[in-house]
């Protein structure tokens, strides 16, 4: 297709700018963006080489096609897949314009896959390939000679971008990083390097200098603190993914398995990774959030998300078993219940931002709720369960995290329902999770007679939680004994389902278990 209408252009152009992942992502500049309208739409522009032109194109089409994806719901307007189809056409230019020009047309791509539901490539891929051009420009490492300020931000930004998406991917996915932390000298912005206490954070914030301001900003709200840069969104979230990558390296293996850590062991790193974490909202809270935008990013919302995602993995090693331990695995109430709150704002958070109608990142929003619903579900299993034991009983008001487990498990699959009717593929989560929702919801209305207590050294029978027929014989009920049954759904969900796959977490224990416990 050709270039839409001047007007149009600039438009779209300003709301890359505005409300999209430029507020994280700062990659693009609105004053080279506007430079290469100029030459693309004035025809007495000359001296524009053939790979300039290929490039204009090319990141022209692709900065309407992320414009246009998000403002479909409330601008119906061109395809979004349109525009992407038109730059495509230019996709060779990937590797022949200035290497900043590819790190730039990945990102472009990269955040484009973010927006929409069809996948255009591995965005953990397209992270890292913009990462490794990085490194192979050497924006890891702090300049050897003196650039100018606006060369030197700009390669600094370019590098963060990068660094921020690519641990994101990594992160998320369980996949290798590209690069270690102890390998990057360059410091996210001027004369500093990101602190982890508090108090160091506060004292360097008062006395840094802003960043060059590379653009005209033509909508840079002031914080309530007052302060605020067109990068502090991207400094914000690159030090959140310097935590990311602490709590991978600290209680994951590479595979994302917790490792193999006694108990007391872990409780300690989470604690300390937890209030590395708090401190990071308390700084960052003030200086990088905006009530009143519009923009995702902006949001106190967005913030919260990314706060209680990281919460989330930090205390999921603690509360949910992994490897040879799964069978012998309860875990602490305590633990359940940093894991339940953590869900439960993610869902209370995505809600508030679709009832102010923000458009939301697909991918990242169905992933955020699976692990959420997942968590749901994990807990509406063992924290009635762990409450109505006799050591419970000293409490003399009821539990309230059932009512709140079945709320947050009923406003999951309304997000899955709505979001599977705008991408077909969400379909067959939506169906796993109303399954095992209708399941977990069906073990929490048994009748809770009292249980006697146990005498000496003897496990209470757990019969008040679930029905007779379903007690291991032993007596002792565990996540991975209780009578989910998921084996054959592949099959009833028309072959499309690997509950691992769907939920991040290791499903097929439901099905080792339930044959481990046949009739005899």
């Excluded at 997942?374 to 509406?380: A, D, K, N, P, R």
């Excluded at 329902?417 to 073990?443: C, G, Y």
Aim: overall charge negative; aromatic content about 8%.
């Amino acid at each position: 297709m050709d270039l839409p209408p001047l007007s149009v252009t600039c438009r779209l152009a300003d709301l890359y700018f505005d409300l999209g992942f430029h507020k994280v992502s700062p990659f693009m500049r609105r004053k080279e963006v506007y430079q290469q309208i100029e030459r693309l739409y004035d025809n007495r522009a000359v001296g524009t080489s053939r790979i300039q032109r290929r490039n204009d194109m090319f990141q022209l089409f692709m900065i309407l096609a992320v414009a246009t994806s998000l403002v479909r719901q409330t601008q119906p307007s061109v395809s979004p897949f349109a525009y992407y189809s038109s730059a495509i056409q230019y996709v060779n230019i990937l590797s022949e314009p200035p290497e900043d020009a590819q790190i730039q047309n990945t990102m472009l791509l990269l955040v484009f896959s973010h927006l929409n539901d069809i996948s255009i490539g591995s965005k953990w891929k397209l992270a890292r390939q913009a990462m490794r051009i990085c490194i192979q420009l050497g924006y890891h490492k702090k300049p050897v000679r003196s650039l100018d300020s606006v060369t030197e931000q700009i390669q600094r930004r370019l590098f963060w971008c990068c660094y921020v998406q690519e641990r994101f991917s990594a992160c998320n996915l369980g996949r290798p990083i590209v690069i270690s932390d102890s390998e990057i000298t360059v410091q996210v912005r001027r004369h500093t390097r990101l602190p982890l206490l508090l108090s160091a954070l506060i004292l360097i914030y008062s006395q840094l200098p802003e960043e060059i301001c590379l653009d005209e900003i033509r909508h840079l709200p002031a914080s309530r603190s007052g302060v605020r840069s067109e990068v502090s969104v991207l400094i914000r979230q690159a030090a959140l993914r310097k935590i990311s990558a602490k709590v991978r390296s600290t209680l994951y293996t590479p595979n994302h398995i917790a490792i193999n850590r006694d108990i007391a062991t872990k409780e300690v790193l989470a604690a300390s990774l937890a209030t590395e974490l708090e401190q990071w909202r308390s700084l960052h809270e003030a200086k990088s959030t905006d009530t009143t935008s519009s923009c995702l990013f902006d949001t106190v919302e967005y913030l919260n998300i990314n706060f209680y995602r990281e919460r989330l993995f930090i205390y999921t090693p603690l509360a949910f078993p992994s490897g040879k331990e799964r069978t012998q695995f309860i875990p602490d109430i305590k633990h359940l219940r940093y894991c339940l709150d953590a869900a439960v704002h993610i869902v209370h958070q995505y809600q508030t931002l679709l009832d102010r109608k923000i458009d939301l990142p697909i991918w990242t929003h169905v992933q955020d709720i699976l692990r959420s619903g997942f968590t749901l579900l994990y807990c509406g299993i063992y924290i009635p369960l762990l409450v109505s034991l006799p050591s419970q009983h000293e409490l003399t008001e009821p539990s309230p995290e059932p009512a709140t487990i079945i709320q947050g498990m009923d406003d999951c699959k309304t997000m899955l329902e709505n979001l599977s009717r705008k991408w077909a593929a969400v379909t067959p989560h939506l169906l796993a999770f109303n399954r095992l929702s209708d399941e977990v919801k069906r073990l929490s209305e048994v009748a809770r007679p009292q249980v006697p207590p146990a005498t000496g050294d003897d496990m209470p029978v757990i019969g008040s939680y679930l029905q007779p027929d379903v007690v291991p014989m032993d007596g002792q009920l565990t996540f991975w004994n209780v009578p989910l049954d998921v084996s054959g759904w592949d099959i009833e969900l028309d072959g499309d389902i690997d509950m691992c796959a769907v939920f991040g977490n290791d499903f097929d224990a439901f099905h080792d278990n339930n044959h481990g416990r046949t009739d005899e």
